[in-house]
């Protein structure tokens, strides 16, 4: 890959406080170089390449903290696969990705966790992975082997940490189970983000565990204990955490668009939209497999063959950003910062990326008035 010096100029700039016109910006080593408003971009450095917005919207790389495929391919079949899941949802805007893997035996699990680390450790598209099991609740498990999951041990959790070598950014662990509390300790302890998820945890078990650190919900909504008026569950208590980040899957199936918003408004600059994409991601309706289990998609909507219970999306993150907009109504700079900033921060990387200012990564996304993708930058490099 080139790291040229790259200049996009007369774009419409969308940052966390609205939208800036006739702004630009020049990357150069997969850096932010300098960013500006009107024609002081014709007096810097002359750029290897240039682009000219003419009036798109500019938004930072999309950062999706939870994908486990696309393209008829999963996180967890190699890294052929990956690099197929990774081009798909570039395509879509998405610049860094959280590579997930669903419940497995611990043997295999190492194995898929070397395999991430060793593409993240060659292709800055890849943030490293997530662990989505397989410490998880049988009742609320969703599209995970119910013969695979366990309780969390000492020797697993340590293990697993071995495997990753560091680029293990998040596991999902159901707090509720034995083992759980110390596996929480021991995770944070190593700076994996721990996210409550797949679990049957009442609101103060749910507050609980956010005190003893985790700082994540996965897929809000969607693998635990609704809100109700005299039992909120663990959403409410990750709303009430400050430190904690509420994942979302915005693609009207998995959650009403007006509890997205409400979602927003119940944890203001906390709201991480996800895909939980899924291998038919950018591929056609048919039957997957979701780690060991059977998968339909019928009209992009992801089933288990037996049981029938959600199984993950085939979602994009530019499709989510439209929702965000068009179907819960959301101020577009509200939405790009739960594809940009937030999850940046989520995984504590809120200092190098999710913004175009100088000194942070170079990832970048042209948008068109209909939010549709019309160019992407990662590290400074052009892809789309």
């Known amino acids: 890959m080139s790291h040229g010096t790259t200049l996009i100029h007369s774009a419409r700039l969308i940052r966390p406080t609205g939208v800036v016109d006739d702004a630009w910006v020049r990357f150069g080593d997969g850096r932010v170089l300098e960013q500006g408003v009107g024609g002081g971009w014709r007096t810097g450095t002359p750029a ?34 990956i690099e197929r899941i990774l081009d798909i949802h570039t395509a879509h805007g998405t610049t860094r990705t959280v590579l997930s893997l669903v419940t497995a035996a611990v043997d295999d699990l190492t ?13 800055p598209r890849v943030l490293g992975s997530h662990l989505e099991g397989p410490f998880l609740d049988r009742e609320f498990r969703g599209a ?9 041990d000492a020797a697993s959790v340590d293990r697993l940490l071995d495997a990753a070598d560091g680029s293990l950014r998040q596991i999902t662990i159901a707090p509720e189970h034995e083992g759980a509390v110390d596996a929480i300790g021991r995770f944070t302890e190593a700076g994996v983000r721990v996210a409550v998820g797949h679990t049957g945890a009442d609101f103060d078990t749910s507050l609980a565990a956010f005190d003893a650190g985790a700082s994540l919900l996965t897929h809000a909504f969607n693998g635990m204990r609704g809100i109700h008026h005299r039992a909120p569950g663990p959403v409410v208590a990750a709303m009430r955490a400050t430190h904690v980040t509420l994942e979302v899957i915005n693609d009207g199936v998995h959650v009403h668009p007006d509890v997205v918003r409400l979602a927003f408004a119940g944890a203001p600059g906390r709201i991480a939209l996800i895909t939980d994409a899924m291998a038919a991601t950018g591929a056609a309706d048919g039957r997957y497999l979701l780690g060991s289990l059977e998968v339909d998609v019928i009209g992009g909507v992801a089933r288990l063959v037996e049981g029938g219970s959600i199984a993950g999306s085939t ?7 439209r929702q965000a907009v068009n179907a819960a109504g959301l101020p577009i ?7 940009t900033e ?6 504590g990387r809120g200092h190098d990326l999710g913004r175009l200012d100088a000194g942070y990564a170079a990832d ?15 590290a400074g490099v052009r892809l789309v």
């Open 342 to 347: 937030v999850p940046a921060a989520a995984i």
């Open 144 to 152: 995970h082997d119910p013969l695979l999951l366990r309780a969390a």
């Open 111 to 123: 194995a898929q966790l070397q395999v991430i680390s060793s593409v993240a450790a060659r292709d």
């Open 48 to 81: 290897d390449a240039t682009t000219d917005a003419a009036g798109a919207l500019l938004a930072p790389g999309f950062i999706d903290l939870h994908c486990h495929g696309a393209g008829g391919a999963a996180a967890d079949e190699g890294t052929e696969a």
């Open 364 to 378: 970048a996304v042209l948008l068109d008035d209909a939010l549709a993708v019309t160019a992407v930058w990662s």
């Open 315 to 321: 979602l994009t993150q530019d499709v989510a950003l």
């Open 333 to 339: 700079e509200l939405a790009v910062a739960a594809l």
